[in-house]
């Protein structure tokens, strides 16, 4: 792959996690629920690794041309991103949560875009190095989306009858 095609694939990258931890460092401050708000914190904080993660290779690509291509290290909040996120008394004040319940929606989003990225990057990558370093943040995307999406299928009816919603079916 090119230097130039390289640089560009790790600027969106960049933007993407960008954009997750400005997203989610915003749902953990508008959050009422506290376990929301350190997960939707823990969730920012790991996305604020991946760019920085990203950062370092792509100042690298830029001032020698060429990058080490390191795996990204272990998680260090992985626990909390991925554990309940709400805390049990959030069960009970269910009713009007409408902003909770459209975060957790947007990150399933949002997380299932950058695994298609990330995927995509991996299976492109002629060099082992480059593969296994999108491939490292597949599996980090990965573990957020799942996450995420419990969550979000263990509130959603609970949701949906605590605000008389019913979909059309």
Not at 89 to 101: A, I, Q, Y
Not at 126 to 133: G, K, L, T, V
Request: without cysteine.
């Amino acid at each position: 792959m090119s230097h130039d095609a390289m640089a560009g694939i790790l600027r969106e990258a960049m933007i993407a996690e960008r954009n997750g931890h400005q997203f989610y460092s915003a749902a953990a401050e508008r959050s009422e629920d506290p376990g929301a708000k350190r997960a939707f914190a823990a969730l920012a904080e790991e996305e604020r690794t991946h760019y920085e993660a990203l950062q370092q290779r792509y100042r690298e690509l830029l001032e020698h041309g060429n990058t080490s291509w390191d795996p990204i290290p272990e998680a260090e909040h992985r626990e909390e991103a991925t554990a309940s996120i709400f805390s049990p008394t959030f069960h009970n004040r269910l009713r009007g949560r409408h902003f909770e319940m459209s975060a957790l929606a947007i990150g399933v989003l949002l997380e299932k875009e950058s695994i298609a990225f990330y995927s995509k990057q991996a299976q492109e990558a002629a060099e082992p190095q480059i593969r296994a370093f999108f491939e490292r943040l597949v599996t980090w995307e990965t573990e957020h989306y799942n996450g995420l999406l419990r969550q979000q299928d263990a509130l959603r009816e609970e949701d949906w009858q605590a605000n008389r919603f019913e979909p059309l079916l």
